[in-house]
């Protein structure tokens, strides 16, 4: 029996595990497993619970002696819900989290067992940095790495079978002070966005003294049975299906999206759902998704600090809660040919302390002006930085995705909609006019009451646009579903913060002149529509008149990701990235590096898959049916029977063995091709051979011929789950 036999008839068919769920409500058990503030309040004194919310509401810091205070506290919880180990959890480049758990438990000099968890190692740990992609920067500044505890980022526990752990979310840095982690950014650029928000908010509310990026992700996913998935060693290795031949039924009859979710797969949603409430991720959305087996969730909008951890967490959460459902989770962008693939949209908005959502049009002319000075700047920082927000988003499997007919394109353009598509014009349409007489016009813009009609609008045609205003917020939704959205986070943050600083800069020179406040700051308003005007695009993204269009107007279109991340190290890139405070230039020319190599080996591996399946898989069971063709044939032959009645058996044989002989040839041509590359010194000539002379060159061409054998070939004797069984048998 084949590995692909045996693994149908294990499939769990609709055996449902029920998710232990105590109670009805989500507030019971919301957040039971987080250090939350009010928790804090409970298990620390006053002292240490002062110090604790002041550093986690101004970022003030916490000193070592009170840092033990806390710490004690935190290990007084954890050990009430029975946690035995703490970690530091943090973000490294791998993409992933990483973690290594000490116990509480210790020995003092005189050999008394005890349990402690002292302030020192709260604050401060040294995981071995070598281990960790570092891009050269350890070589160059012979650094060693420690992880610095996060006090903005609550701690956790995380409950795998009976054992529990604390963990501790920190940033991760070299010892020279250079960041290894995706965290330590991102907490930058909010503090540099922050700045250059409070200052142009104050324009309009002396009242603001705090602004916040926010972030409600999308996570799209597919949910595959676990014993297909193991009979498939691509999926296993890759997270996507390097061969498959597209079902008679794929997604063409519409009928999965939005329709009943399989009991099998709901119950797992509800385990996966229970296990982040108590984990403080806000989950509020689920759905089927339009490509048959896929889903989605999405929670309600947090702080994007908070919101990146809990992305993180929920994909972890996710893959392991599926095992207890027989299940495995696919985050891939594109796990299977042929059908949609999935995204992780990434909902942006900013808000004030004073609760005060900064992309949502106003209620009165004062703060519309506030709207449309926030958005304005917003079109102008991606008109400005369009090819580092692309580079923020290049990775392997999102190459498989952007661009292909159900995503967005890899060219970076905004959709506003009609409505606002008609204000931008008004505005536009000014030039050379003096606002004096016009501003009563300008700043009665009544745009609170077409919100209605502007959201119909988006929900129709938005769906091509890679950056697209969706009402109250800008939806970037080329984010690939692997993603940690902490690196698009901070490059949107870091050229939101550069454009609006430039922006109040212009309007103080304005004002100096003489120019009343709002007329300064609608001339400025002005200037940055007609300069950003070549990146709104409101029709298809998707159609070729688009790619045409974007190239008449000078968009970049980057298909593939080696050339794309040259935009994180041009000279435009290091400016603004250091001017701003985030990444040095050792820092970026690291993190080009290391995306490099990532890609290298992610083309690498599959490479080395595809070979390994059609050699080991494809090509023996296409030998066999072959063999039985070829049997089949001489028996007709010895039997004297007109050669006109075998004719179909000859052409079959035929086309099998040409196929095979494909498969051979070019698999071995891509071994050579492989050679080649690796023989390349630089990364980046390196990962462009990858893309062009082993990805492009080979990897459809191979597929094509394998699929077809899986067409011709015996059914008994093809060895690999196909497609119709991975995504319709649960
Ligand atoms: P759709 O699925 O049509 O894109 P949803 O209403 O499901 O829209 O919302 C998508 C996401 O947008 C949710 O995660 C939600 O939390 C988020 N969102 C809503 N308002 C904001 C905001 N002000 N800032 C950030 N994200 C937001
Ligand atoms: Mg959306």
Redesign the pocket.
Known sequence: MSLRTDAVNHVSHGNVISPDIKGAKITGVFGESVFTLKTAREYLSDEAYKSLTASVRGGKKIDRSVASQIASGMRAWAESKGVTHYTHWFQPLTGSTAEKHDSFFTLKGDGTAIEEFEGAALIQQEPDASSFPNGGLRATFEARGYSAWDPSSPPFIIEIGNGKTLCIPTIFIAYTGESLDYKAPLMKAVESLNKAAVTVCNYFDKNVTKVT??????QEYFVIDEALVNARPDLVQCGRTVFGFTPAKGQQLEDHYFGSIPERVYAFMRDFENESYKLGI?L??RHNEVAPAQF?C?????EVNI?VDHNILLMDVMSRVAKRHRLVVLLHEKPFAGINGSGK???????TDTGV?L??PGKTPKTNLMFLTFFVNTIKAVHDYADILRASIASASNDFRLGANEAPPAIISVFVGEYLTKVLNDVESRVGTKFDEQDEAILKIDLHRSIPELLIDN?DRNRTSPFAF?G??F?FRAVGSTANCALPMTVLNTIVADTLNKFSAEVEALIEKGDKKEIAIMQVIQKYIVSSKKILFEGDGYSEAWHKEAEKRGLPNLKTTPVALDAMVTEKAKKVFLENGIYTHAELEARHEIELEKYIKKVQIEARVMGDLATNHIIPAAIKYQNELLKNVSLLREAALPEKLYKGQLTLLKDVSTHIQQVYENVHAMVEERKVANNLEHSREKAIAYEAKVKAQYFDKIRYHVDKLEQLVDDELWTLPKYRELLFLR
């Open positions: 990026p926010t972030l409600g992700w999308e806000p509020r959305t989605e999405a929670p309600i909008f947090e919101a949209h990434n909902n942006w908005s900013l808000a959502n992309l949502a929900t969706t109250n917020k939806e």
